[in-house]
């Protein structure tokens, strides 16, 4: 089993629609929990952080935590075009090595006029 | 916000140079800082983790002879790949971090291209 597993897409939704993207990760130790966006041939930007159980808003974009089912979840409200890039889920890991930030490989989201 | 500088933006490089890549968190004092590394679409792959004033640690399968990093202050990391070759051109990208399970800001990254 992967350690971060997301749906790669592309997922596409109309300009104006809500943009669900998923996130399942193995380590229930994950304490952290981080959304990036990145654009094509552009370093990634961090859009959200969530560190406890429940829904965290911050304008248009709300993330969703359940360590339980070991989910985590990122809502995109009233979608525009520049919302297009692939979306990066990132569990903070601890391990005896220290914190280490394990990637998803993405979701890519496609905003559609 | 956490700001990271990365330099340069892109090189150009003959086979078998070595090129320097700079990394320096320009407003916090970054205790850790990892290297990553790009091919074209694929995910990012963490290349080594380094913390100020000692060694880093290089994730399975990354050469450290071949990618120095050196972080010798806490704004400052630095990574040098040595005799480079045409496949090692990718885009590499820094990350700093200050407190512990704080999150990672990145640099712009670096495209290398090896010829």
């Known amino acids: 089993q992967k350690e971060v597993e997301q749906n790669s897409g592309p997922l596409s939704v109309p300009e104006g629609a809500i943009a669900s993207l998923n996130c399942t990760y193995s380590d229930r130790g994950s304490q952290s929990f981080f959304w990036y966006r990145q654009y094509s041939g552009k370093s990634p930007e961090l859009i959200m952080s969530i560190y406890s159980n429940g829904d965290k808003e911050d304008g248009r974009f709300t993330a969703q935590l359940n360590k339980a089912s070991q989910y985590v979840s990122l809502l995109i409200r009233d979608s525009q075009p520049s919302d297009s890039a692939t979306y990066l889920c990132a569990p903070f890991i601890l391990t005896g090595g220290g914190n280490k930030l394990t990637f998803g490989t993405g979701t890519q989201l496609k905003v559609e006029l | 916000g956490a700001v990271v500088s990365q330099h340069p933006s892109r090189v150009i490089c003959k086979s078998g140079t070595s090129v320097k890549i700079e990394c320096r968190s320009l407003d916090f004092q970054a205790t850790t800082m990892f290297w990553y590394r790009q091919f074209p679409k694929q995910s990012l792959m963490l290349m080594a983790t380094s913390n100020e004033g000692s060694k880093a640690t290089y994730e399975q399968g990354v050469e450290k002879d071949k990618f120095l990093i050196n972080h010798a202050s806490l704004t400052l990391s630095t990574l040098t790949v040595t005799s480079a070759h045409p496949e090692d051109s990718s885009f590499y990208i820094c990350?700093?971090?200050?407190?512990?399970?704080?999150?990672?800001?990145f640099g712009n990254g670096t495209r290398l291209t090896v010829t």
């Open positions: 990350s700093a971090r200050g407190a512990a399970n704080s999150p990672l800001h």
